[in-house]
């Protein structure tokens, strides 16, 4: 799935849509480069779930917890481990694949890490653009679980 949107506002209906069709145990990696617009993606992901707080970037504390009405939501930021490696003593595969719903940005660190059945979203800038708001935001599963959230959202 592959759409253009034109404001920050557009890009967090999508993360809404998303948060959606979301289950306890889905897995969400968010890619793309620095200042594209991942926690802006989360931000509306968490407001889609009733979370009212603003969300503060996780990269200090690699991970923030949120209480939503069903189930936990983990927003990681590995970032920081891209420099300081040491990520496999740090207990971070308890955030995926179990009650929770976790979201990470800068996936690529942890990539050891990771469950099989994922879903992947990547905003890109698109060129020459004047606005600096205009992003191209690809989703893609890359198992049965992931695929269905994916499909669900096309409809
Ligand atoms: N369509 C858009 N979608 C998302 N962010 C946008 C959009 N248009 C403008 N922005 C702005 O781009 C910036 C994105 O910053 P954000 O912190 O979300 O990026 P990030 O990908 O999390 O970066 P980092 O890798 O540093 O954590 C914000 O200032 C946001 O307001
Ligand atoms: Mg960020």
Known sequence: MRIIVKTVE??????GLLAKNIQPGDTILLNGDLGA???TFTQGFAK???IQRPLKSPTFTL???YQ?????LYHLDVYR???EGGADELGLED???REGVALIE????IADLLPQDVVSVTLERVLHDETNQQRVIDISGSGPRSQSIVAAMEK
């Not at 557009?10 to 993360?15: G, K, L, M, P, S």
């Not at 939503?68 to 936990?72: G, L, N, Q, V, Y």
């Not at 800068?106 to 660190?109: K, L, S």
């Open 10 to 15: 557009e890009t967090q209906a999508i993360a």
């Open 37 to 39: 617009g991942k926690t």
């Open 48 to 50: 889609a779930l009733g």
């Open 63 to 65: 991970v923030r917890e």
């Open 68 to 72: 939503t009405m069903r189930f936990p």
């Open 81 to 83: 481990l891209g420099e």
């Open 95 to 97: 955030y995926f694949g």
């Open 106 to 109: 800068w996936p690529a660190f």
